[in-house]
């Protein structure tokens, strides 16, 4: 009986079935010497891994940014190396996350997306934690938010809709993301008009409250996000299936081969190759984010740069680069309903995870991190949060909806270039924007 196995030649037998010869099986994993086969397979998970991404150039600012970080050299080349690093090693974490996603199945895969999809952003905000930089956590975490939202939504808006009428997306997948970042944005402005009260009244404890509430608040959101992950994976996951579909519709010969090709594409790693994978680069941020956070001191005193405009704006462009080029490429595909879901599905795991979290480890470590922001960026939050309802409530999107939302990130960023560290003000100002939005 012939073999379905491949011949000593690496030949595949004529008697082998002629499904699943999409990808062959490398000869090496079915070396018996083990001492040749594990160094081969390395080699092997170390070059996919290597050319999974064009930016994987930018690699080579690793090794500069760590021993330039080492030897202490001047700030600016220690910031600026260690920046440059970062963005590779943000689309190997992602690659890896996909890779380990794709054996382990849709639930433990969203929640491994959940966790890892925005782990320079958490690793960099834990370094600024661990020391005392509460500025740089909560900017950190509001950029990632606005960056997501307005930056990646509007580029695809604009890229996407160029050329075109108008792309459509599920309104209710949208509704949904946006009335949680709703909900996001409440739990700034409480605490914020909270502190207005406190620090009116005789009670010396405001900031002992405020942490109160901060704790409290940190575990309702995690709950929500709990919640809303058993949404989308379980209870209503048929809301989230992909892009552009209509009900009984026919798949152009197009979607079908590239649906045909992406169901033929097996990972490349094991799950243990993608686990080791995925934590060797978590280090290897984990030390880049050290250096880059220890030099920012520095960097701001000798440039016009602020702590909050370094968080808020520099570190997440960097930290999601790799996601924000994916959201841009399914939007110029028409896939809408994706890109909505990279797009606003990350400012979620950011305002209902993330945060949260270093809200509690703040609590368990001794930080006074708290959902208490600055009141300018928490008007910004929510007036942000509210232009993205407005845009997205009607199912549809083009170019100059993009541009709207690419100018308000904009105007933004130019408002926190020459927004000063030290600048506080009453959050009453909130309250009464609020009740205007609210009476129309």
């Given at each position: 009986m012939p073999s379905t196995a491949g011949g000593p030649n690496g030949d595949i037998d004529e008697g082998a079935p002629l499904l699943g010869r999409g990808r062959r099986r490398p000869s090496y994993l079915d070396e018996h010497r083990l001492w040749l086969r594990y160094p081969l397979y390395t080699y092997h998970v170390t070059k996919v891994t290597l050319l999974s991404n064009w930016?994987?150039?930018?690699?080579v600012f690793v090794p500069l940014g760590i021993i330039a970080g080492a030897r202490d050299l001047n700030p600016t080349a220690v910031f600026t190396l260690n920046f440059l690093a970062i963005i590779p090693l943000a689309a190997l974490l992602s690659f890896a996350t996909e890779e380990l996603s794709a054996k382990l199945g849709q639930t433990i895969g969203g929640l491994l997306n959940a966790t890892f999809g925005n782990a320079v952003e958490l690793i960099v905000s834990i370094v600024a934690l661990i020391d005392n930089e509460i500025r740089i956590v909560q900017s950190s975490m509001l950029g990632s938010i606005l960056s997501n939202i307005l930056l990646v939504l509007g580029c695809c808006f604009f890229f996407g809709g160029y050329g075109k009428v108008k792309q459509e997306f599920n309104t209710t997948v949208a509704s949904t993301m946006s009335s949680l970042m709703a909900v996001a944005s409440a739990s700034l402005i409480i605490p914020a008009t909270l502190y207005s009260v406190l620090d009116k009244s005789k009670d010396s404890n405001s900031e002992d409250n405020i942490l109160i509430l901060s704790h409290g608040t940190a575990v309702i959101l995690?709950?929500?996000y709990t919640m809303y992950l058993y949404f989308q994976l379980g209870s209503h996951s048929h809301l989230f299936k992909a892009v552009n579909e209509q009900e009984g519709a026919e798949p152009t010969d197009e979607e079908a081969v590239i649906e045909d090709d992406a169901d033929s594409n097996e990972p490349e790693l094991t799950p243990w190759a993608a686990g080791?994978?995925?934590?060797?680069?978590?280090?290897?941020v984990a030390v880049c984010a050290e250096y880059l956070v220890g030099s920012i001191d520095e960097i701001v005193k000798t440039t016009r740069m602020s702590k909050t405009f370094i968080g808020l704006i520099l570190i997440p462009i960097v930290g999601n680069a790799a996601e924000h080029v994916t959201a841009v490429i399914v939007s110029m595909k028409d896939k809408m309903d994706l890109a909505i879901n990279v797009a606003i599905g990350s400012s979620l795991q950011i305002a209902l995870l993330v945060t949260p979290f270093l809200v509690i480890l703040g609590w368990i470590i001794d930080r006074p991190m708290t959902l208490h922001f600055e009141t300018f960026e928490t008007v910004v939050f929510f007036l942000s949060v509210l232009v993205v309802n407005y845009l997205i409530q009607d199912g549809e999107?083009?170019?100059l909806e993009g541009a709207m939302l690419l100018g308000t990130y904009t105007i933004i960023a130019l408002a926190f270039y020459i927004y000063p560290d030290d600048a506080?003000?009453?959050?009453?100002?909130?309250?009464?924007?609020?009740?205007?939005?609210?009476?129309?």
């Open positions: 930016v994987n150039v930018f690699l995690l709950i929500l080791i994978v995925l934590l060797i680069i978590t280090i290897i999107s083009n170019y506080t003000g009453t959050p009453l100002p909130i309250v009464s924007a609020v009740t205007k939005l609210l009476r129309g």
